[in-house]
């Protein structure tokens, strides 16, 4: 049995899919398996997806079942009912695996299981945004975080690992449950459950090409403007994005909450009672957020620092005079 089983969710992913299962093939660590499931794609996936496990039937396991999931979320929790190693990644069919991540995020686990004997552990990586062609789009992304952002707390009304920066050892995948209506993303339902009972780890290093191509079933949201480019009016659109970005955040954050509430409250359903006194305070908190009372929602929102998160803000502000007379040739 393989150390590791990477879980593959594939739908109409022909463009990109060999791409991707060739970058875990190259790998530098080897004992894993990769297991992939289509969920009736109408394009060639399910021919790309037989042609490699015929090349490569001891690496790779095409899973065949009758169920329909429509979505990745649930594909990845069907995937997960095959898991059999002692540790999961969940995989994409469209981003690109630099060599080390399988090798580097199983160190970190290691040394985080050592650490925390008999403990869920979830481990996340850094990624860099890439378009379609691999080339760079954005900074790094989930390399800056303090550990405060991904406490319990902080993480119940936004997440900050994406499933496939994502590694988790038995104790963490095997208790997950099985999907349900109200799991509306399984990356930020696996890491609030290690979170909440274990620990989460991050890797300050950008492991994986995150592609954006238009047909993302989940994309990156990339809102930074280019300092200092173009003629004025572009400059002034830039300034005004600056100025408002904060409050189109707290926006973000604020839809985001609602969004995944119905999924923070299947949350306290499932795991009440296995709890701590400290993590289930925590989670009532954020739930008064929803609470009838505007005073009590007040109160939640005082608690909730992700609804001020303004730490850049005065940075930003400094970067206006850039973004009006950036990019000046000297006369």
Not at 82 to 93: N, T
């Amino acid at each position: 049995m393989a150390q590791i089983d990477i879980l593959l969710a594939a739908y109409n992913g022909e463009k990109f899919i060999a791409e991707q299962i060739d970058s875990i093939l190259a790998q530098t660590f080897q004992d894993f398996r990769l297991v992939i499931r289509d969920d009736g794609s109408n394009d060639k996936t399910p021919e790309i997806i037989e042609d490699y496990a015929n090349k490569y039937p001891d690496k790779i396991q095409v899973i065949h079942d009758d169920a329909v999931c429509k979505h990745p979320t649930k594909n990845f929790f069907q995937l997960m009912k095959y898991a059999q190693a002692d540790y999961v990644m969940f995989s994409d069919q469209d981003d690109y695996w630099l060599p080390y991540k399988v090798q580097i995020t199983l160190d970190y686990m290691k040394k985080a299981e050592r650490d925390n004997p008999n403990k869920p552990v979830l481990i996340f990586t850094g990624l860099q945004i890439v378009d379609e062609n691999l080339k760079s789009m954005d900074d790094l992304m989930s390399l800056d975080f303090p550990e405060s952002r991904y406490t319990f707390m902080e993480l119940l009304p936004c997440n900050c690992a994406a499933g496939c920066t994502q590694m988790m050892n038995r104790e963490c995948y095997s208790n997950l449950g099985e999907f349900h209506e109200n799991i509306r993303l399984h990356d930020w339902w696996t890491i609030l459950y290690a979170a909440a009972f274990g620990v989460v780890i991050r890797v300050p290093m950008a492991l994986i090409l995150y592609r954006q191509h238009g047909n993302n079933a989940i994309g990156a949201s990339i809102d930074r403007p280019q300092v200092g480019e173009g003629g004025i009016l572009k400059k002034i659109a830039s300034v005004l994005r600056l100025i408002t970005r904060p409050v189109r955040k707290v926006k973000s954050i604020i839809h985001k909450a609602w969004y995944m509430r119905g999924q923070n409250e299947f949350f306290k359903t499932s795991y009440s009672d296995k709890m701590s006194n400290e993590r289930l305070s925590e989670l009532n908190e954020y739930l008064e957020l929803f609470s009838d009372s505007i005073i009590t929602r007040f109160r939640a929102m005082r608690k909730l620092r992700n609804l001020y998160q303004f730490e850049h803000y005065i940075g930003r502000i400094s970067r206006l005079l850039l973004v009006l007379f950036g990019n000046r040739k000297e006369k």
